[in-house]
């Protein structure tokens, strides 16, 4: 049975940091890319980034680019998350997930994905 599981989520400051981590249990990241994706209340499921199964240029939503980073290490199975300068609008539920999509066939939405977790939260105050 394949398990994802997000960790990492919480409270900060603007400004403030979290690193978001992701395991697998019951499957391998290797051949896969994953993604992050987050849901705020009463809004859609929106992606935040992504990362092929070779570890190539890294994909970002423009709202988070520099100052979100997406990286995966395989030999752990582990999947992460790293956030800067976080702003109230990044409160949201983070999920992470896994995709067979050929990577360049990927249109960013969450349909393309297959395995989720269960989510985080990352709450940001003012």
């Known amino acids: 049975q394949v398990q994802l599981v997000e960790s990492g989520g919480g409270s900060v400051q603007a400004g403030g940091s979290l690193r978001l981590s992701c395991a697998a249990s019951g499957l391998r990241f290797r051949p896969y890319h994953v993604g992050w994706f987050r849901q705020a209340p009463e809004k859609d499921r929106e992606f935040v980034a992504a990362?092929?199964?070779?570890?190539?240029?890294?994909r970002y939503a423009e709202s988070v680019r520099g100052r979100f980073t997406i990286s995966r290490d395989n030999a752990k199975n582990m999947v992460y998350l790293e956030m800067r300068n976080l702003k109230p609008e990044d409160t949201a539920i983070y999920y992470c997930?896994?995709?067979?999509?050929?990577?360049?066939?990927?249109?960013?939405?969450?349909?393309?994905?297959?395995?989720w977790g269960q989510g985080t939260q990352v709450t940001v105050s003012s």
């Open positions: 997930a896994t995709t067979n999509t050929v990577w360049t066939a990927l249109r960013g939405g969450p349909d393309d994905y297959d395995y």
């Open positions: 990362l092929s199964r070779s570890g190539g240029t890294p």
